[in-house]
Every structure is written in C-alpha cells, then in structure tokens.
C-alpha cells in the first residue's frame, strides 16, 4: 500500500476510492512489471542481435542453427507459470467483486438512454448521481429499459453491463469521500458518451442528513405496497394463506419448491420474473393461473415491490435490507434461475439468512469480508 | 481468356479433356474436389450450428411453449417428407454408382428422380407453410394483414405495434376479464419464437435444397451430354454429398422441430 | 543500399518476356482473371482503398476528440464515424489483408503449384467481397451506421434507426468471400504440394495460412448466421435478441464473438507468417525451431475458438463461465510468446540486414510486445472489469491490428514488392516510411493506454473537461497525423516504382523459397516446369557447405 502512495497523487493515474481499487492496481502492477521486464528483455535481445551480427559483406551467409528442445521447453513453461500466477491473481481479485459482502445497502438503478435512474430504499430517488455513505457496503441492483449499459465508475475500478429483462448487480465500498465518475461504458446510442453521472461519497453523517431532504414519497417498500394494492395483487397473495396466491411473507431469500419438483432461491429475478412470466415457475401447490403484469408495470415499480416483498420478509427484524443470499451476479436469464453452483456455493443454506438481517443496512462499523482478505 | 488457351498446351495430348491446366492429373483433381466439398460441408455444418445453438437455448428457455408449438406442426407431412427425403438420397446414390460404373441413360433417370423427390419435398413444404399461413401462425410481420395469433383466445390485439414499445403495447386483457385458462401472452410470444426458429430454419434447408435442384439440373444435362465415364465422374460425387448433407440436415430438423412435442413436455393443447 | 543491382554483380536485369503482367492489357483481361496473381492485385487494389476510407473516419474520431466536447461533429454523426471505422477496417480491410493479397499471390508460387486449387472460385470471392463491399458503401453514402461494428443487440436489431441492414447485409456477403479464400487455400495447400514439398518443407507462411483457413472456415458461418438473425428480427420484429419479446441478447454476444475473438487471428496470423519469413530472409538463418513455430499457428487457431468469452467479462455471465474464458485465455498467449522468443532467437548469429521489410518486421514485434503483453491485462478478470470497453482495451487491439498486422502486411508488401511487380521499391523513402509510421503509431495508440486505464470509455463523442484527458487525446490525434503521413507515403512511392523503378531480379534479397526461383514477376503458370524441392525450408548455407545447387543463392 505505501509503495502505491506514491502513484496515488500522480496526474495520470486514477483516483483509488473503493476497497477493490488498490487490489486492482496490485494486479495492474505486477502485470506491468512482469510485461515490461520481458520486452525489454525480448528488445535488448534483438537490438544485441542487431548489431551485432548484421550483415558485413553482401554475400555473407551464416551457418545455420538448428532449434533447441530446451530453450523451447524453457520458454514455454516459464511464461506459462508466470500466466498462471496472472490467472489467479485476476480470479481473486474478481471474486472480490463479484461476491457482496453479508450486509449490504440497497440501491436500485434502471438505466435508460440515455439516464441513470437511482432509488434509494428510504425512498430518494435521482438521476444520473448517486449518493452513498463512505465505508459502507453498496449493492447496486440494475436493470435497463431500453438497450445495453454499463456501469463504471473508474475510480471505485467496477462495471456490470446492465441488460434488459434481467437483473444485474455489483458492490463497492466507497473508501473516500468526494466526487468520482459515473459512465456508461457499453454503447447505447446517440447519447452514448451523455449518459454519465456523478457518485458523490459522503460521510455517513452528511447522508443522513441528505436523506432526509428528500423522500417526500415514503420509503421504497412503502411505494411498493402502494403498487402491490394499486394491482390488487393482494387479492391472491393474501398473508393468511387463503389466497389463491402463495404467502409472500418472509419469502425472500428462501428456497421455493416449484411444481415440476426444482428448488430455486427466491432472489430479485425470481421475484421479477414471476411478476412478468408467472407461469414459467410455479411454486408447488399453486395453479398457474397468475396473469402477467408486463406491461404494467415499469421496471421502477418493479423494483419497488420487490423491495416491498422484501420488507415483507423482514417484519421481525424491523428491516427491509434482506439482501443476503443472492447470487452475486444475477446472471441468469428471467426464464431461468435454476439453483446454480454458484448460489449452492455461497455458504449457508438459504433459510437461515432471514434471521441475520439485524445487522442495519448503514452500520458503517460492519466487517466486510474484503477487509481481512488482503494485507 | 487468353490464359486458358495457353494453359491447356501445359499438359500432354493424352490428358482427359475435363483435367483443368492448373493440376497434374485427374487424380489430383478429384482430390481437390472432394476435399473442397467436404470443407465446404463442414462450413455449412458450422452455419446451421448457430441456429441449433439458438434452438437449444430458446427450447430450453420455453421448453413448454416450445412443446405446444411443436404440436401443432403436421407431423404427418412432415414425416411422409423425410421418407420422401431418404428417397432421393438412394437414387442420389444409385446416380453417383451408375456415374462410376459408366451407363449414361440410369444417372439421368436417378438423378431425374432424385429431382422429382426433392421437388416433392418442396411442394409438401409449400403446403405446410401455406396451411401456417392460413392459421395466422406466420411470425412476425411478414403480412401485415395476418399477424401472429395463438391459440383460440386471440390475444396479441392485430392494432399491436411492432417495435421498441412492443413491452408496454403487449397488454393482455387478461388482468380485467380474469381469464383463468390461458392468460398469458407471453405464452404466445414464447410460441412465436418457437415459429420463427421454424421457419429460420427449415427455410434455410428449402433454400438449400433449391440450390440442390439448380446444381441436379446441370449435372442431369451433363449427364445427359456424356460428359461423365468411370475415369471422371467426380461432379457427380461431389453433388451426391452435397445432396446427402441437406438430408441429414433435414434428419436433425425433423424430430427437433415435429416430433418435440410428442412426449408431452408440458402438456401443451 | 541493397538493391538488386549488387545481388546481380551488376549483370543487367531484364524483366521476364513472359509474365502474368504482360500477358493481356484489356480491362477484361484483368476482371475475368483465374490467375491468383492477378486476383492478388485485384484484392490489392480493393482494400486499399478500403483501408483510406476507414482511415479516413479515423481522422475524423481523431480530430472530433481534439477537444472534450463534441463540437466538430454531432454525437450521431461521430457515433457513424466510429462505427464506419470499424466496419470498413475489419471486414473489409484487416480481414482480406494478408491472406488475400500476398496470401493469394503466393500460397500456390511457395508450394509450387500452378494455381490455387479452385480458381473461378477464387475469383468469386473477389466479387463478393466486392458486392459486399457495394452494400457497406450503400450503408455509408446513405446515411452511415451507428450500431458499432460489434453490432449489439437489441440497439442494432431494434432501437437503431440508421442503416443497420444494409451494413449486415454487407457483413454477410463478405463472410462468404473469406470462407470461400479458406476453403480455397486449405485444398490447395493439401492437395497442389510440388512433388517434394513435404509439410514439413513448408514456408511458415504457409502454415500460418493453414491455421488462418481453418478459422476462415469454421467461423465465419457463425457469424453469417448471426448476422442472418439480427437482420430477420430487425425485418419481422421477431424476438431472437430482443428482450421485449423473450430474446436474450447475450446470446448475440456468445454468437458474434465465437466468430469475432478467431477473427482477430485470422486478421493476426497471416501476419505472424509473414514476419517469420521476413525474419528469415533478413538475417539469411533458418527459423529457430520450426516445429514450435509451425504449431504454434495451429494451436493459436484452435485455442482462439476456446476463448470468447473475455470479450464478455462484465456481460453477466456466469462467473464460473468467465474463470474458465479467463484461464483459457493465457493458453492463447503461451504460442504467441512461443513466436516471438523464435524469431528473437533466429536472429542469432545471423547476417542481418536492413532493409525496409525488416525495418517493418522489427516494428511488428516491438508492438506485438505490447499489444500481447496488454492482452494479459485484460485476460485477468479482475482487471479487465476496470479496462473492459475503456481506450485501454481500444489501445491495444490497436496495437495487435494495426501496429501487428499492418506493419507485417507493408513489411510483406515491400518484400514481394519485386515478386508482384517485377520492381524495385526506393529504399530511401521505404525506410523513411516506416519509421514516421513506428513513430506515429506510438504516439496515436500509447496515450490510450493511459487513458484507458484512467476510465476513458470508448464510443465516447465528449469526455469530460480534464486537461488531462485532453492532452493525452491530443498527443493521440497529433500521432494520427504523423502515422496517415506514414501511411501516405508508400501510397505515393510504391504506384510510381512500378513506372520507375528498378527492374528487380528473380531474387533481390537472396532469400530462400520458391517464390524467389521464379522470375520477377513470374510467368502465368508460376513455373517454367514443376519445381521439385529436395531441400528443408530457409536452407541457408555457407558456400563451401552448400550441397545442393539450387538457384537460392546468387551464382556468381
């Protein structure tokens, strides 16, 4: 870290503002010095060749060399080694990203051409800026109503594509306060390079109080459940188990048996694909007789009653920020999210995360698993 | 073409008239041909292999949309099809046998029949398609006036606009009326997808199978003009494994496409 | 200077009576060719003047991003310059480059055939690529494309409002032109060998047009089909890639690269070829191990197919998916590494000269150097999710495209020079060249490392008002122009050689191969009478040891 001080405040070197960002450039500089000592090695070679056997006569033939076994293997299986070293150290640092800590806050993003359209879970909203508490663990959820995007933001060294009709989602953990970079980094259209937009990272005091000068509409889950009774979806999906519907309740985060006898998590693309496709996966027990709300609903509003159905599994605990067992990547397609590795790999089975979610979304003093990785 | 003229002069006055100037002998060129054929299949295998790959995935994604649609291809016709395919590939064969034993008269009968064969094929397709059309199972917008419909229900309204506002125009009824038996257009969506891999792909193997026909017409008249004996026979050879590739393209498509449904993944209607 | 008057000790060089110039002057003569040669100058011709108009839009971008906010050109407008840049560059320049010129000209002289293996089909693939060609010109003077030349679903398939399908319709056909070329160069290269010409007896050159075709081969319809769907769902809105209608859009991503990352090699490859022979005849030494080098073409080829999705690293795909594109990915580097410590080594007590070509070749690996090395940048994951799609990742194909690629392509140009036009080129103003080319390349594409690294996304129009991003934009465009000036330059001195320049004898370089047996420029059927080779490839040897004679050595 202190050799890395220096290249810190160096004109043409980014900013480093999240907890992934020094092992980022780690990365960057290992691969940089391993790159420069072999072409260097490779030209001073040549250059040494060059001068040394060019040619003095016209007619000058040198004797030939045959190959050498050897060398070859030696130049083979070094560089191979040295590659591999590079492979690990990509796949840690991007396990880093990919897998959000246990606790994270919540915020949603719908990208649009060509706007960032940001939602708090208390309830603020913005566009193309983003404001987040400093050392504090964000997840972004995202999604497009349009075309491909992108979400970078350099200075924090993460990006997620942001594809229509599903869920994507990446983390960071904002290290400094100040004003960094938002792009959209897949192209988009005309106004590609327009859709750009400002993280502002700020003390967790200066948060709050930023919070609360907007937020005229309630939290996210209030305007979910406004959504939920505006749709009438609580004719079915009635909490005292009568309705035609299962019980929401405490439904998040859990592992759903379905007809055709899967087990799935119910994560924010199960959530939204049952919305949209209700009959892709039906949960065992229940008729297919859900209709489809495409169409009626907006991907805004679709965040919000997920968050809604969230909260819902929350009561106990007085918390809405459930968001633990999700796959780190929704990768799936909406019509899919089987039970992947990756999901089975995360640690705890799925039903005993409800009762951690005590821990509150903006606890800044909360361990993250990044923190005692490295140094 | 002064080229050709000087080039011919390149090989002895006892080489076969068909030897082109560039290689040394017959043997050589038959080499080349074949092998250029079966690059050329394996370039076509490549092709049809992103269509299966979308296939695969799409089944996958809509297994039972896909097993409904499925069902509602003529499996009759489609069958009476492969036969008549499998077919014109023995006579194929017999042509590309009677080409290296040397009787003229029977490769132009086999391959006038492979020809009547593939020309039925064509027509049984034709009527599929056009029994497609009738049904308004055409995806797409490819006549404006029949848009795709599914099922008895009639959604997907025929005002429905194509295009970027497809997700919010693609408002079922369904919320309103209650409907409890097959409220979902995304259902119909689905099937749609299922007519347009249909069509993508057997589409592109009736085309293949048109340029088959042109490729049976040149080699008939050269057939028919004596051009082939048991020394050159290769453009013969060289059409059969052609003509055996669509039919096993074929081999594939049919139980894919027809008989998918069969088995009753997810029921369907 | 070595020119072709010391080679010859002064004999006088006459050009050949007979050759495949000389043979017919008509217009016709020339546009209903089966002669590889002549098909070779027609593709010549063809993608030069692609490769100016794609630098053309180049000078635009470059220009545009001069200052930070899009004040040259409307957003729209340079979002179709970029995109016109990539179109025409790739498919119609990069991608026919060296396989179709100097690939054509000698895949059947080097083996010592007579011609390829099919040649009306090899005329063929001219005019398709020039009927493609007409559509992607069609899409240009029309109103231009602005989808990227990656072509993205859904903003291509629906939400772009410009000439998507004619550019597709474009991309399609010149697909067919490039399978036909593999097709055409596999066949010969099993099937035409001289008696003698063992694989192992082949020119690397040969080798890496080998493993070219088979990419050309087996790629390319995956891309027509691709290509095929994106134009189906834009004409009947039908959802294969659009997500509104139950497509997935990363599938287009999965298809277009499975084509698109072999293509980089089939663009690359040719090239590799090209300098092991430049390395080879330039320092008169048999390439350090052959075998390796030969293979290692073959296992680019074959591994390049394992690894597209690096390209798709922050697409959402599975994480799992992309740990396994990610450690695939370094097994392409190995052989690539492999190359450059053979040629590094073939240089080894050798007799180097200085000619232009090597000039070119010494330019090829100082930026194969770096635009591999950044390749390993971002085959790490979690690197490449800071550069994906940023100046850093558009550095560095540039480096493996243009600074690899095109300088192997002129440096094979200006070695063959002699074989296709019977002339000598100005060493002088070669040299010249090629230097203010090495100089302007570095200055245009080195400052997009850095500001790649700094978030600079690509496709951006604007960026924001940072003096710092402005002065490494502007050192970008001010190599640019340095670089055109560079490329300008043969555009000039090559055309007027072959009116003034020297006539160049059978074998200028003293170099090995089959190519150089025959006169300058050869006769139509390649060979006076079929060469029947008896020795291994780049057989260098010292006079007193010379066991064979053989017309590789100047006699004297």
């Known amino acids: 870290m202190n050799s890395l001080s220096l290249i810190r405040n160096f004109p043409l070197f980014p900013d480093q503002a999240s907890t992934v960002a020094d092992k980022v450039d780690g990365l960057f500089f290992f691969i940089t010095a391993v790159s420069v000592f072999f072409s260097v090695l490779v030209v001073a070679f040549i250059f040494y060749f060059f001068i040394k056997y060019r040619r003095r006569s016209p007619d000058e033939v040198p004797r030939p060399i045959e190959g050498s076994n050897k060398l070859e293997i030696t130049w083979t299986v070094i560089p191979f080694g040295i590659a591999m070293l590079m492979f690990v150290g990509g796949a840690y640092v991007y396990f880093t990203m990919a897998r959000p800590p246990r606790d994270t806050m919540d915020i949603y993003v719908v990208g649009k051409q060509w706007m960032w359209k940001i939602q708090h879970p208390e309830g603020n909203r913005e566009i193309n800026e983003l404001h987040v508490p400093v050392n504090t663990s964000i997840r972004l959820t995202m999604t497009t109503e349009d075309v491909l995007h992108s979400f970078y933001i350099p200075d924090f060294r993460i990006k997620q594509d942001v594809v229509p009709g599903r869920y994507t989602t990446m983390w960071f953990k904002a290290t400094k306060p100040g004003k960094y970079h938002i792009f959209c980094a897949e192209y988009c259209g005309t106004n590609h390079s327009g859709m750009i937009g400002t993280v502002y990272v700020m003390e967790p005091s200066e948060y709050e109080a930023w919070l609360s000068g907007g937020a005229a509409e ?158 | 073409m002064a080229e050709a003229v000087h080039t011919t002069t390149g090989h002895p006055a006892s080489a076969h008239a068909a030897l082109q100037h560039h290689f040394e002998n017959m043997e050589q060129q038959r080499e080349a041909g074949t092998l250029g054929m079966w690059i050329f299949l394996v370039t076509e295998i490549m092709f049809f292999g992103g269509m299966f790959m979308a296939y695969i995935l799409y089944r996958a994604y809509n297994a039972d949309a896909f097993a409904a649609a499925s069902n509602a291809l003529n499996v009759k016709m489609g069958f009476a099809n492969t036969i008549v395919l499998i077919c014109s590939s023995l006579t194929m064969a017999l042509a590309v046998y009677y080409s290296q034993v040397g009787k003229r008269m029977m490769i132009v009968v086999m391959l006038i029949l492979t020809m009547i064969l593939g020309t039925a094929f064509l027509v049984v397709k034709a009527f599929e398609y056009y029994d497609k059309y009738e049904k308004n199972e055409i995806p797409g917008r490819l006549f404006p006036s029949r848009p795709f419909k599914w099922g008895e229900s009639g959604h997907g309204s025929p005002a429905q606009e194509p295009g970027r506002d497809a997700t919010t125009e693609r408002n079922p009824q369904a919320v309103q009326t209650g409907q409890e038996q097959k409220p979902d257009p995304n259902f119909a969506s689905r099937v749609e997808m299922f007519f347009f891999i249909y069509f993508a792909m057997t589409g592109l193997h009736a085309l293949h199978m048109v340029i088959g026909l042109g490729m049976l017409i040149v080699l008939t008249i050269m057939a028919w003009k004596g051009r082939f004996s048991p020394e050159y026979h290769s453009p013969v050879e060289l059409g059969g494994l052609y003509w055996h590739f669509v039919d096993i393209v074929w081999i594939f498509l049919f139980p894919l496409l027809y008989l998918l449904g069969a088995h009753g993944v997810g029921g369907g209607h | 200077m070595i020119d072709a008057a010391r080679i010859d000790d002064g004999v006088a060089v006459v050009p050949p009576k007979d050759n495949y110039i000389n043979r017919a002057y008509s217009i016709k003569s020339w546009l209903l060719t089966k002669d590889h040669k002549r098909i070779a100058i027609l593709y010549l011709i063809t993608i030069t003047f692609f490769f100016f108009l794609g630098g053309a839009f180049a000078v635009m971008i470059r220009l545009e991003l001069l200052t930070p906010h899009s004040d040259l050109v409307q957003p729209e407008t340079y979002n179709k310059f970029f995109t016109m840049h990539g179109v025409v560059m790739v498919f119609l320049f990069l991608i026919p480059s060296v396989p179709a ?348 490392f850095i500001l790649g690294y700094m978030g600079m996304p690509r496709r951006y129009a604007a960026y924001p008002d940072d003096p710092i991003w402005q002065m490494l934009n502007v050192f970008s465009t001010a190599g640019a122009s340095i670089l055109g000036a560079g490329y300008l330059l043969p555009m000039i001195y090559l055309p007027w050689s072959m009116r003034y320049g020297k006539y160049a004898p059978a074998n200028p370089w003293g170099a090995t191969g089959l190519e150089w047996q025959t006169s300058s420029p050869p006769p139509t059927e390649n060979f006076e009478e079929t060469p029947i080779v008896t020795w291994e490839p780049y057989e260098y040897r010292p006079r007193e040891e010379k066991v064979v004679v053989n017309k590789i050595l100047p006699t004297d």
């Open chain 1, 218 to 375: 309630g939290s996210l889950a209030s305007q979910g459940q406004k959504v939920f009774q505006d749709l009438a979806c609580n004719t079915c999906h009635r909490s005292d188990a009568q309705g035609r519907g299962p019980v929401l309740d405490g439904i998040f985060g859990k592992s759903v048996q379905l007809q055709n006898g899967q087990t799935l998590v119910a994560d924010e693309s199960y959530l939204r694909e049952s919305i949209l496709n209700p009959n892709a996966k039906t949960v065992a027990g229940f008729q297919p007789i859900m209709p489809t709300f495409q169409g009626q609903v907006s991907e805004e509003q679709l965040l919000q009653l997920i968050a809604y159905i969230k909260s819902l599994g929350a009561q106990g605990g007085q918390q809405q920020q459930g968001s633990i067992n999700t796959p780190a990547q929704s990768n799936a397609r909406p019509t899919s999210v089987p039970t992947t590795a990756s999901q089975a790999n995360r640690g705890g089975a799925p039903n005993s995360n409800t009762t951690s979610t005590g821990a509150g979304a903006n606890q800044t003093g909360t361990p993250a698993r990044q923190g005692n990785r490295q140094q």
């Open chain 3, 101 to 448: 010129t100097l690939g054509n000209f000698l895949v059947p002289i080097m083996i010592g055939a007579k011609d390829l293996a099919f040649p009306k089909i090899n005329l063929l693939s001219w005019y398709i690529l020039v009927v493609g060609a007409a559509f992607i010109l069609y899409a240009v003077v029309a109103g231009g494309v602005d989808t990227g030349w990656t072509f993205y679903t859904p903003y291509s398939s629906t939400y772009s409002n410009s000439y998507v399908m004619a550019a597709a319709i474009g991309v399609f056909i010149t697909g067919f032109s490039s399978i036909l070329t593999g097709l055409n160069f596999i066949v010969t290269i099993h099937t035409m060998r001289a008696p003698g010409m063992t694989w192992y007896r082949l020119p690397l050159f040969i080798w890496s047009h080998y493993a070219t075709s088979l990419i050309m081969v087996l790629g390319t319809p995956v891309i027509a089909v691709t290509i095929l769907l994106v134009g189906l769902e834009r004409v009947f809105r039908v959802g294969i890639f659009d997500p509104a209608i139950g497509g997935d859009p990363i599938l287009f991503q999965h298809l277009f690269w499975f084509y698109s990352h072999p293509a980089v090699y089939i663009m690359l490859l040719p090239g590799m070829g090209v300098i092991s022979e430049l390395i080879a005849a330039f320092s008169r030494k048999n390439i350090f191990g052959y075998k390796f080098v030969a293979f290692a073409s073959l296992g680019i080829a074959i591994y390049g197919f394992l690894v597209w999705g690096h390209h798709m690293f922050t697409s959402g795909q599975s994480i799992y998916g992309s740990l396994i594109f990610s450690f695939l990915s370094y097994f392409v580097a190995i052989p690539s590494a492999i190359k450059v410590f053979n040629w590094t080594a073939t240089l080894y007590r050798g007799s180097i000269s200085y000619d232009t070509p090597m000039l070119y070749a010494l330019g090829f690996i100082g930026f194969f150097l770096i635009g591999g090395t950044t390749g390993l940048f971002l085959a790490a994951i979690g690197l490449d999710i800071h550069v994906h799609d940023t100046y850093f990742v558009v550095a560095h194909f540039h480096y493996v495209m243009v600074g690899g690629t095109v300088m192997a392509y002129l440096g094979g140009l200006h070695y063959w020079w002699p074989k296709l036009t019977g002339r000598m080129y100005p060493e002088g103003w070669a040299r010249l060249s090629a230097l203010i080319i090495f100089v302007g390349f570095n200055l245009t594409f080195f400052p997009q």
